[in-house]
């Protein structure tokens, strides 16, 4: 049952300002090099590091101390670590080894020795010191993240796909989600950011995913998973094959608003996905849901329409799905096929003005600055001609030609044109520096899946209709600002004009009675 007080909310739905022990970070490598790390307190040496545990990468060592209790998103700085030790160690624990079979001395009679335990039990840890080899960039896990770097245990279901698969089936705060299979998780960790609205209470409805997977490790390392991310009691994962068993929880309904199959064959799992038991549908399907012929229970909610995704590589699933879909009295069928292209965003720094930095191409921007660069050179030669000849500079200039450096007389132009710090400083900043170009993926990745969207329809019966119409009864519907036409207008004005003479011949009236009234009186 799920918790009814939690001090820890899973690092995916809330991370707070700082990375925290035990729990999950990412770390970034390089912008598509992302390695989750669950960060731990240094608590001795671990692994042979007197730093306690580490993380390497080519960059360089990173001990978890100094990730730990830093800003999300910190800059973090590789350290020396003893990598020593490690060898040594393995070599220690050998020769341990050896020497336990050669003496025969009993353990008992031992004393443990004060330098062994200085040896093994070093509670104490080393501080780590900076390294020169490289930094990498500590990150909250979010299920963006977590799909680029989690362990892939089948093919998962990537961003730009479950971005757009959640927000057609309409999954928000407080809503209950079906999904099979559930694989890597990562369609997953998604979906219940989605759903999320609070951990639920003893007996209190709130924002679920219930989640199968038929494949027995992969339902006990998801499950593992749910557990170190914090998400139980948000995510039900169940061990069965949903072709035969069906989506009830322990005999009851999840009472889904959106379902999403990452299967096979989904028209085998559509079925079970009615609001009342399918004619075709055999006994023992029924049966082995705890759903027989007479007490068919849906595992649907019963009060709103439902919303359907279905993710199959090919068309022929595609096909199939359809037919089943349309037996089975979804509407609004459609298919979608999402082709993601990655738009590189960067400067295109050309000209003959600009520094000598990487990425810079110091070649003429246009037309115009070629020209000019040449009537430049030509005025120059035309002033060097004009001087008396300097064997010094003629040899400094035969110099420079082979080694490629700036002759004597080259100073100028290179002075002139690479600015100044003072220069760069008012000048535009790099960063925004040529032309804003975007660049496409030279070609489109490869298909991933078809996306066959449906909705069932909330269930209408008789009583509905008449409850429906004692709210909102036919001939008595409000006047709704703006929706009036002109026909109406005009016959409201009239009414009005009617209503002011009426008034006003009243009160003519009133003033004639009450004058006889005087006359008689008088
Ligand atoms: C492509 S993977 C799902 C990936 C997942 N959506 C993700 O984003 O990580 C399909 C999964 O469906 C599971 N599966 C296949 N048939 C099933 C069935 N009849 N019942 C439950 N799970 C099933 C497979 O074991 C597999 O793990």
């Known amino acids: 049952m799920a918790p009814t007080t939690r001090t820890c909310v899973s690092p995916f739905l809330d991370p707070g300002p700082r990375t925290k022990a035990n729990s999950l970070a990412i770390v970034q490598l390089s912008r598509d090099n992302l390695l989750p790390v669950y960060l731990q307190v240094p608590n001795g040496e671990h692994d042979g590091y007197a730093e306690g545990a580490v993380v390497n990468t080519r960059y360089g060592s990173f001990p978890h101390s100094t990730m730990l209790d830093v800003p999300w998103g910190s800059q ?26 050669a003496t025969a001395v009993s353990e008992k009679d031992e004393e443990p020795s004060a330098a062994g335990a200085d040896r093994d039990g070093a509670a104490a840890v080393k501080q780590a010191v900076a390294d020169s080899s490289g930094f990498v960039h500590i990150l909250p896990p979010t299920p963006e993240l977590w799909t680029t770097s989690l362990p892939h245990r089948t093919q998962v279901v990537y961003t730009p796909d479950y971005s757009y698969i959640l927000h057609r089936i309409r999954a928000r705060p407080g809503s209950t989600l079906i999904e099979a299979g559930a694989g890597s998780g990562s369609f997953t960790h998604a979906a219940v950011r989605a759903v999320y609205n609070g951990y639920p209470a003893e007996g209190q409805r709130k924002g679920k995913v219930f989640s199968f997977e038929f494949h027995e490790q992969r339902y006990q390392k998801m499950k593992k998973e749910l557990s170190d991310h914090g998400l139980e009691g948000l995510v039900q994962l169940t061990h069965r094959d949903v072709y035969s068993g069906g989506f009830l929880v322990d005999g009851k309904s999840p009472e889904a608003d959106a379902v999403f199959l990452d299967l096979p064959a989904p028209w085998e799992a559509l079925p079970h996905l009615s609001r009342r038991r399918p004619q075709d549908m055999a006994d023992t399907d029924g049966a082995a849901a ?7 229970v849906s595992p649907l909610n019963p009060r709103k329409s439902v919303y359907i995704c279905t993710f199959s590589p090919c068309i022929e699933q595609v096909t199939r799905t359809v037919s089943a879909m349309r037996r089975l009295g979804w509407v609004d069928i459609d298919m979608v096929e999402i082709a993601n292209r990655k738009l590189h965003a960067s400067r295109d720094r050309v000209g003959l003005n600009l520094n000598f930095d990487r990425g810079v191409n110091n070649s003429p921007r246009d037309v115009e600055e070629a020209l000019a660069r040449l009537a430049e050179i030509e005025a120059r030669s035309r002033e060097q001609a004009a001087k008396p000849r300097d064997a010094d500079a003629d040899e400094d200039m035969d110099l420079a030609d082979e080694v490629g450096a700036p002759a004597k007389g080259n100073e100028a132009r290179n002075g002139e044109h690479a600015p100044s710090t003072e220069e760069t400083s008012t000048a535009t900043a790099p960063w925004m520096e040529g032309r804003l170009i975007t660049r496409g993926e030279p070609e489109i990745k490869s298909h991933t899946s078809y996306l066959v969207f449906a909705v069932l329809p909330m269930e209408w019966t008789e009583q509905d209709e008449a409850a429906a119409a004692a709210k909102y009864p036919v001939g008595k519907e409000q006047k709704v600002i703006g929706a009036i036409d002109k026909a109406a207008r005009k016959q409201e004005r009239r009414e009005l004009l009617q209503k002011q003479q009426g008034g006003a011949s009243r009160k003519a009236r009133r003033k004639e009675r009450d004058e006889k009234l005087g006359e008689i009186s008088g």
């Open 76 to 101: 973090i700085r590789a350290s020396k670590v003893d990598t020593g030790s490690r060898g040594r160690k393995r070599k220690r624990e050998a020769d341990d080894q050896a020497c336990r079979e």
């Open 290 to 296: 705890g759903n027989g012929q007479q007490s068919w």
